[in-house]
């Protein structure tokens, strides 16, 4: 008789949508999109092949050159070195016995927690939260502030509108609303639809399509104001207007000239409603500076016709308008300006006194926005203080690693950068959204250890210490609820972790009970016990929610939404600013924000300015490296997540992420689709696969983020990338003294054809792994 067992269903939930999973004999064997779905994500099943991946860690691994105490120099460099495996115990005892000591040599604010990144969607395993827990309850740790995502975004707009950096996630236009009510979409950046298939914390139920095809029934005509044209998705009919990457200020001041001296602007709205108007209007029509920043001004800037700029800005004026800006937008040189300007068009226009219509932000960054404001509050991992004040901006991680003592500005304060000796990363990969990674390569050298958790071989395991491997949101039990998503999903395990895996939190359970803190981190529960105590803290909010046992069983429930207009209602305000004032200085928008000018920053004055970036096509800069490079979400996965996965995979050129050229500059080089090309600037080169599209235009070339770094030679600083991680090429510098976020959207690079034999790709191969018998022990640092 077979021993064959039926296949077992069980539902989980992922930051992607949500999933049934069939196992077969304790593996699994299919990922299926629920049934309800109708616009499912393909990154769910394609993870099935990854997990039992040879990139998979299998055993907690030191690296040797730490395990001897050598210099981290040639072989014995981060990122290029060995790894032993050693027993739990041993591994647990050696990351406690360095934490210890770090803390105890140089305080506690020399450890490091940033640990960015969207790890697992579920309540209790969220990465992020276990580390965080963790280093609190151990006295403490340097933590980082605002996110790669939207950072200049979040600094900006709180000075602006008031709220806090995300609160315009619930204050943007609804879809809903604006199929109803707007007549004229204005997407700078774009509505990227690929982004819409994520969701932080999950997606129930895919609707992008749903919404879109409301608003082209209703005659919503949208203009994408991007130099991709598939930034705007085909199921709404689209206008491309293909200005130069970084020149979005520049055409939004031309729009706003347009309105001023043809007097179209909304005179009324602007004096009730904002402050500082008269400053910015002095700038725009160059009484303050002699430069009228006119449409022909503009075009000269973003190489889009005066004719285009004006008319644009007279739709604005004439039909119920929604300015939207993409978080790519800001993630690039002076990113605080076009979110500042934007708010400035809308404010002109006046048409934030209708639904749907004014200022909206980040449609193409996430599933949620613009679906719901809100979500009902559920119960997550229980933080305490962090006994460290120091943080530090996110994106300047790699500057506080090379000039610990250095003092930044930052949003009107001073910070110090302390001296990191230790750094834990749990859940995220540095090696994917950081920009300028050979230089990070560099400063990543510098702290005396670096400890990581993860499933996979994945850069950031490779450039650590101490490795201790995971299991997968597959392998527990845990629910999830994303942002402004009314759906909770349960999450439970579909098979049993490799056999040398454990959840983080039994890894923090062992490292606390070694550093004296065990039951004060653990509370006494395990972690099944910690998921059912979460939700039963839920019920107490949602009493209408039923007990975990019939929550479990019916494996997701759909939440009411709530009701209530959110904090700084931006369309209440405008109908009645006395009623709903903003949290700002002066309750109203600030065009002219006297907080700001008072900072003084040469960088980032009282209002919103052109001002020229780092890079782009207009700089000297561009005789050397004549293309833009647009470093974008992917498609395939979320962020560097299951890049070995099939959806991943399926979409390389050669093995290698692509990049998509304009035919006319793809000509020039004498390259075609399926060419492995080079792509470099001064800060690094990387190998990828050409793919020519007219989607984009000329002098712009687009790789998108999320190839696992590989480089051909981790011993020597700067080599070369095979398999196409744009970061090696993106600049690392604060959008400005204000907000310190990344700018990676402000590169130039050439492309070549590359003429040798590519070198193999090895990105997903785990490093080399020796025995413990193999290691000198006589130089052992224990």
Same mark, same amino acid.
């Given at each position: 008789?077979?021993?064959?067992?039926?296949?077992?269903?069980?539902?989980?939930?992922?930051?992607?949508g949500?999933? +049934?999973?069939?196992?077969?004999? !304790?593996?699994?064997?299919?990922?299926?999109?629920?049934?309800?779905?109708?616009?499912?994500?393909?990154?769910?099943?394609?993870?099935v092949g990854?997990?039992?991946?040879?990139?998979r860690?299998?055993?907690?691994?030191?690296?040797?050159?730490?395990?001897?105490g050598?210099?981290?120099?040639?072989?014995?460099?981060?990122?290029?070195?060995?790894?032993?495996?050693?027993?739990?115990?041993?591994?647990?005892?050696?990351?406690?016995?360095?934490?210890?000591?770090?803390r105890?040599r140089?305080? +506690?604010?020399?450890?490091?927690?940033?640990?960015?990144?969207?790890?697992?969607?579920? #309540?209790?395993?969220?990465?992020?939260?276990?580390?965080?827990?963790?280093?609190?309850v151990?006295?403490?740790?340097?933590?980082?502030?605002?996110?790669?995502?939207?950072?200049?975004?979040?600094?900006?707009?709180?000075?602006?509108?008031?709220?806090d950096?995300f609160?315009?996630?619930?204050?943007?236009?609804?879809?809903?609303?604006?199929?109803?009510?707007?007549?004229?979409?204005?997407?700078?950046? !774009?509505?990227?639809?690929?982004?819409?298939?994520?969701?932080?914390?999950?997606?129930?139920?895919?609707?992008?399509?749903?919404?879109?095809?409301?608003?082209?029934?209703?005659?919503?005509?949208?203009?994408?104001?991007s130099?991709?044209?598939?930034?705007?998705?085909?199921?709404?009919?689209?206008?491309?207007?293909?200005?130069?990457?970084?020149?979005?200020?520049?055409?939004?001041?031309?729009?706003?000239?347009?309105?001023?001296?043809?007097?179209?602007?909304?005179?009324?709205?602007?004096?009730?409603?904002?402050?500082?108007?008269?400053?910015?209007?002095?700038?725009?029509?160059?009484?303050? +500076?002699?430069?009228?920043?006119?449409?022909?001004?503009?075009?000269?800037?973003?190489?889009?016709?005066?004719?285009?700029?004006?008319?644009?800005?007279?739709?604005?004026?004439e &039909?119920?308008?929604?300015?939207?800006?993409?978080?790519?937008?800001?993630?690039?040189?002076?990113?605080?300006?076009?979110?500042?300007m934007?708010?400035?068009?809308?404010?002109?226009?006046?048409?934030?006194?209708?639904?749907?219509?004014?200022?909206?932000?980040?449609?193409?960054?996430?599933?949620?926005?613009?679906?719901?404001?809100?979500?009902?509050?559920?119960?997550?991992?229980?933080?305490?203080?962090?006994?460290?004040?120091?943080?530090?901006?996110?994106?300047r991680?790699?500057?506080?690693?090379e000039?610990?003592?250095?003092?930044?500005?930052?949003d009107?304060?001073?910070?110090?950068?302390?001296?990191?000796?230790?750094?834990?990363?749990? !859940?995220?990969?540095?090696?994917?959204?950081?920009? +300028?990674?050979?230089?990070?390569?560099?400063?990543?050298? #510098?702290?005396?250890?670096?400890i990581?958790?993860?499933?996979?071989?994945?850069?950031?395991?490779?450039?650590?210490?101490?490795?201790?491997?995971?299991?997968?949101?597959?392998?527990r039990?845990?629910?999830?609820?994303?942002?402004?998503?009314?759906?909770?999903?349960?999450?439970? &395990?579909?098979?049993?972790?490799?056999?040398?895996?454990?959840?983080?939190?039994?890894?923090?359970?062992?490292?606390?009970?070694?550093?004296?803190?065990?039951?004060?981190?653990?509370?006494?529960?395990?972690?099944?016990?910690?998921?059912?105590?979460?939700?039963?803290?839920?019920?107490?909010?949602?009493?209408?929610?039923?007990?975990?046992?019939?929550?479990?069983?019916?494996?997701?429930? &759909?939440?009411?939404?709530?009701?209530?207009?959110?904090?700084g209602?931006?369309?209440?305000?405008?109908?009645?600013p006395?009623?709903?004032?903003?949290?700002?200085?002066?309750g109203?928008?600030?065009?002219?924000?006297?907080?700001?000018?008072?900072?003084?920053y040469?960088?980032?004055?009282?209002?919103?300015?052109?001002?020229?970036?780092?890079?782009?096509?207009?700089?000297?800069l561009?005789?050397?490296?004549?293309?833009?490079?647009?470093?974008?979400?992917?498609?395939?996965?979320?962020?560097?997540?299951?890049?070995?996965?099939?959806?991943?995979?399926?979409?390389?050129?050669?093995?290698?992420?692509?990049?998509?050229?304009?035919?006319?500059?793809?000509?020039?080089?004498?390259?075609?689709?399926?060419?492995?090309?080079?792509?470099?600037?001064? #800060?690094?080169?990387?190998?990828?696969?050409?793919?020519?599209?007219?989607?984009?235009?000329?002098?712009?070339?687009?790789?998108?983020t999320?190839?696992?770094?590989?480089?051909?030679?981790?011993?020597?600083? !700067?080599?070369?990338?095979?398999?196409?991680?744009?970061?090696?090429?993106?600049?690392?510098k604060?959008?400005?003294?204000?907000?310190?976020?990344?700018?990676?959207?402000?590169?130039?690079?050439?492309?070549?054809?590359?003429?040798?034999?590519?070198?193999p790709?090895?990105?997903?191969?785990?490093?080399?792994l020796?025995?413990?018998?193999d290691?000198?022990?006589?130089?052992? #640092?224990?």
């Amino acid at each position: 008789m077979s021993s064959r067992q039926p296949r077992a269903r069980t539902p989980t939930a992922t930051h992607w949508g949500v999933y +049934d999973v069939e196992t077969e004999n !304790g593996r699994i064997v299919a990922i299926e999109p629920v049934a309800d779905d109708a616009e499912p994500s393909p990154i769910g099943p394609g993870i099935v092949g990854a997990l039992d991946s040879r990139a998979r860690v299998r055993s907690p691994a030191v690296r040797r050159g730490w395990l001897e105490g050598r210099p981290r120099d040639g072989a014995y460099r981060r990122g290029a070195d060995a790894f032993v495996e050693l027993p739990w115990d041993e591994a647990l005892d050696l990351a406690a016995g360095a934490l210890a000591e770090v803390r105890q040599r140089h305080g +506690d604010e020399s450890v490091y927690g940033g640990s960015y990144g969207w790890g697992s969607s579920g #309540r209790f395993h969220h990465a992020q939260s276990q580390v965080h827990r963790f280093l609190k309850v151990a006295g403490g740790y340097t933590a980082s502030l605002n996110s790669y995502s939207c950072a200049a975004m979040e600094v900006i707009l709180p000075h602006v509108i008031g709220g806090d950096g995300f609160s315009i996630v619930s204050r943007t236009p609804q879809w809903e609303e604006i199929a109803a009510n707007c007549e004229l979409v204005i997407a700078f950046g !774009g509505l990227a639809v690929k982004n819409r298939q994520v969701n932080d914390g999950g997606a129930g139920l895919h609707r992008t399509g749903e919404v879109l095809g409301r608003c082209r029934a209703a005659g919503v005509r949208f203009v994408n104001v991007s130099p991709i044209r598939d930034d705007v998705s085909a199921m709404v009919d689209t206008e491309w207007v293909a200005l130069r990457p970084n020149t979005d200020v520049a055409l939004m001041l031309g729009m706003a000239h347009t309105l001023i001296v043809e007097q179209r602007h909304d005179t009324e709205f602007l004096a009730t409603r904002c402050v500082g108007f008269e400053r910015l209007e002095a700038y725009v029509t160059g009484a303050t +500076d002699g430069i009228p920043k006119d449409a022909a001004w503009a075009s000269s800037i973003c190489e889009v016709p005066a004719g285009v700029i004006r008319d644009l800005a007279r739709s604005l004026a004439e &039909k119920r308008s929604l300015v939207s800006v993409s978080w790519s937008v800001q993630r690039a040189d002076h990113g605080e300006q076009p979110y500042w300007m934007a708010v400035a068009l809308a404010a002109m226009s006046g048409w934030m006194r209708e639904p749907g219509c004014g200022f909206g932000s980040g449609y193409g960054s996430m599933h949620a926005i613009g679906m719901e404001r809100a979500r009902q509050r559920i119960a997550a991992l229980p933080q305490p203080a962090n006994p460290v004040d120091v943080a530090i901006p996110v994106a300047r991680i790699c500057d506080a690693l090379e000039r610990p003592g250095d003092t930044i500005d930052y949003d009107g304060r001073r910070i110090t950068f302390p001296d990191l000796r230790a750094i834990y990363w749990c !859940g995220g990969n540095p090696f994917h959204h950081h920009q +300028d990674l050979n230089r990070l390569v560099e400063a990543w050298q #510098r702290p005396d250890v670096v400890i990581v958790n993860d499933s996979w071989w994945n850069p950031a395991a490779k450039f650590a210490d101490i490795v201790f491997p995971v299991a997968t949101f597959l392998e527990r039990n845990d629910f999830a609820a994303g942002a402004n998503d009314s759906w909770l999903c349960a999450q439970q &395990k579909a098979c049993e972790p490799p056999a040398g895996s454990r959840t983080d939190f039994e890894v923090f359970c062992g490292l606390a009970d070694r550093l004296g803190f065990g039951p004060e981190f653990s509370q006494g529960r395990s972690a099944d016990e910690w998921v059912r105590h979460l939700y039963e803290e839920t019920r107490i909010g949602l009493p209408a929610l039923p007990a975990f046992d019939e929550f479990w069983s019916q494996g997701r429930l &759909k939440m009411a939404t709530p009701t209530e207009a959110p904090a700084g209602d931006l369309l209440a305000f405008a109908r009645d600013p006395d009623a709903a004032p903003l949290a700002t200085p002066s309750g109203l928008i600030e065009l002219f924000s006297a907080t700001i000018d008072a900072f003084g920053y040469d960088d980032c004055p009282g209002h919103p300015v052109w001002a020229e970036p780092a890079e782009w096509l207009g700089s000297e800069l561009a005789e050397r490296f004549p293309l833009h490079l647009v470093s974008n979400q992917p498609a395939t996965r979320l962020h560097s997540q299951y890049d070995h996965g099939d959806a991943s995979q399926q979409s390389k050129i050669a093995g290698r992420e692509p990049i998509r050229m304009n035919p006319h500059d793809a000509a020039r080089r004498g390259i075609t689709t399926g060419d492995v090309v080079r792509v470099f600037n001064d #800060r690094g080169a990387c190998l990828a696969g050409a793919l020519v599209d007219d989607a984009l235009r000329p002098g712009v070339v687009q790789l998108s983020t999320g190839a696992w770094f590989d480089p051909a030679d981790p011993r020597t600083p !700067g080599s070369l990338d095979r398999h196409g991680n744009p970061n090696v090429l993106t600049l690392d510098k604060g959008t400005s003294r204000l907000a310190q976020g990344p700018s990676a959207q402000t590169t130039l690079v050439d492309v070549e054809r590359w003429q040798d034999e590519p070198p193999p790709v090895r990105a997903f191969e785990p490093p080399r792994l020796i025995s413990a018998q193999d290691v000198d022990r006589d130089a052992l #640092r224990r």
